[in-house]
């Protein structure tokens, strides 16, 4: 069975442009998060989604957000980029029971963004 | 505060070897989950263990083993016989029970390890 899939995987922008990501969560799965890392840092929550409804936002801009199609897929997207905004940004997906302690998550490749 | 502390920036281990990684969590949360992933330097983050608060026994996972001691609120993963392959970066996560499906990550510890 194909994982969860990102795209592009690689992507140079520059200051102030947009991007918009996207993300194929592993079949039957129907919760995506993103996640922002950053160089040395472990991953940074940015979204959830659940049934094309957003369930969790971390502490992020408003420059940055995301919708769930009726197909699972998700996109991301991040307006007026700044140079912060270069980073490794994550999906991942979860069957998005509703015990979700144990709920495990399953991650992308991820998309490499560089913002010049 | 922290919720998530690697102390251990980076481990360098002879094959074959076990090592542990230390993980230290916060959370006034008395329900949580623990994770360790694992990221190998093609950026993809890869499940390993998983260990719940109310785990009566520690989380096994072939080579992998989670030292769960809640009192001192530490979650240390064990890896034995160290293999070439196990060299990445690792983290240790936590999930609270507040309804939401956030994963809080720690900073990570590098490990290499030596033939």
């Known amino acids: 069975d194909a994982g969860v899939t990102q795209s592009p995987t690689h992507l140079i922008k520059t200051r102030g442009q947009h991007v918009t990501l996207r993300c194929s969560p592993i079949?039957?799965?129907?919760?995506v998060s993103w996640y922002q890392q950053v160089l040395g840092q472990g991953p940074q929550f940015i979204f959830q989604y659940y049934e094309k409804e957003e369930r969790g936002r971390g502490n992020f801009p408003d420059r940055f957000s995301a919708r769930q199609f009726p197909n699972y897929s998700s996109e991301l997207n991040v307006n007026a980029l700044l140079l912060g905004d270069s980073a490794l940004y994550l999906c991942?997906?979860?069957?998005?029971?509703?015990?979700?302690?144990?709920?495990?998550?399953?991650f992308g490749p991820g998309t490499r963004l560089l913002v010049l | 505060a922290q919720k998530i502390t690697q102390t251990q920036p980076g481990m360098f281990v002879q094959e074959k070897e076990a090592v542990t990684l230390d993980c230290t969590y916060d959370t006034s949360d008395p329900s949580y989950g623990l994770f360790w992933y694992k990221q190998p330097s093609s950026g993809e983050m890869i499940f390993l263990i998983y260990q719940g608060s109310y785990d009566q026994q520690n989380a096994t996972e072939g080579r992998y083993s989670l030292n769960f001691q809640k009192a001192r609120k530490s979650a240390n993963l064990v890896i034995s016989a160290s293999q070439l392959g196990d060299s990445a970066m690792y983290f240790c996560a936590m999930r609270e029970g507040r309804g939401d499906d956030k994963i809080i990550f720690g900073k990570g510890t590098r490990l290499h390890i030596l033939p």
């Open positions: 991942a997906s979860s069957l998005g029971l509703a015990s979700l302690i144990e709920e495990t998550q399953y």
């Open positions: 079949s039957g799965h129907k919760s």
